[in-house]
Structures are given as C-alpha cells and as structure tokens.
C-alpha cells in the first residue's frame, strides 16, 4: 500500500503555481471580447466568417448590421417591423371651404358631401387593417 507523498515544500509550491498562472495570463493574447451582454447584446464589427459546416449558422455583426452567414451564403438580417406591412388605402382630397357667415342648404349638401368621403376612406383603412391582421374584427 502506498503512502501519500508530500511535497517538501507547500508553501514553494503554491508560489511556483502563482507565477505559472501570470506566466500563462501574460502570455495568453488579450483582444476585447466579441460580444457583451450586461445590458443587452453588443455584438463588434468583425469580418465575415469563414462558413460554417452544412446545417450550422454564424451569426455576425458588420457595418453596424447584423449578418448571418451558412454553407447556402451569407445574408442581412433586415429588421422586422412589429406589425406585417399593410397595403396602401387611397383617399380622395377633402378640401374645406371656409365657413360661412350663415348655413343654407348647399352648405348643408358639402358637410354631408365631405363626411361621406371621409366615412368611405376610414372604412377602407379599417378593412386594410382587418385584412392584414392589424384590427380585429368588433
């Protein structure tokens, strides 16, 4: 049976693994990190990345944009508005006249004349909207 062997001096031997360890800090190259994450995720400019095996991604920022480059080639990651892009509603120009100093009957056909335009262009916005997944239906 074989006794535990003690080295001769411990307190030698912690300082010699002391120096190891700055020896090996020192020599180790110092380079800012890639990415940092305390408040959120800063990704550094970088050069394109060689491509990556078939199946796997690298996911890179260049140009203040982010990139991800694969075995199909590389691509911007354009960002994505919060909401899916909507058709355009056309609306008809409504031009009010300025008011006048008593209402008649051809004043009257105006008002109700620009309040049908407007009804028909707020219910063509509601209709895009519903379409597209930005209204629910009520």
Known sequence: MDRDQRPANVFQDIRDLQRDVKDAQGAAPRRPALIEASAGWVMRHRST????????IHIYAQNGRLWVNSSLGQQMLQPQLPFPKADL?????VSIPNAPATYDQAHSATLRSMIFVLNNALTALIATMRANGLMNNF
């Open 89 to 93: 509603v056309e609306v008809g120009v």
């Open 49 to 56: 990345p060689p491509t990556p095996p078939a199946g796997d």
